[in-house]
């Protein structure tokens, strides 16, 4: 499962477009079949690409129910807060992420949906627990 990708240059109106059809295919996808987590994982990724945060929120909700002992799931669910500045979510959700054995520490630092988080004080308790983990304490 990718993580999730941010929007990283503006799309040309042709990508937009190509983009909105994938999205209304995979869209149909799901309501045929809303437990189908290879086409959610898709549709939320796609979803945050077009700058649809809260749906793809909704769509990582709905992943982390169907998936609650997969970490990316919850790595993914942790941006998709910090993207629509729901701050204390988004660190719940990367304590269970690093909980349930995230550990693409490097990442983290510099992914950009994470961005807003990052400069939350909320985040130093996520570099405390990354910190102790690198050094072998947790």
Known sequence: MPQKSSPKKKMSPAEQRELDVQIGF????VRRDPGY????QLLGDNYTRRGRYNEGLEVDERLAQLEPQNALVFYNLACSYSLTDQFDRAVRALKKAIKLG???????T???DLRKL?????????AETVRQLKNGQA
């Open 110 to 112: 510099k992914d950009p």
């Open 26 to 29: 995979v869209e149909g996808l």
């Open 37 to 40: 987590v290879d086409a959610l």
């Open 102 to 108: 995230y550990r693409d520490f490097n990442w983290l």
């Open 118 to 126: 990052r400069k939350h004080p909320s985040f130093q308790d996520i």
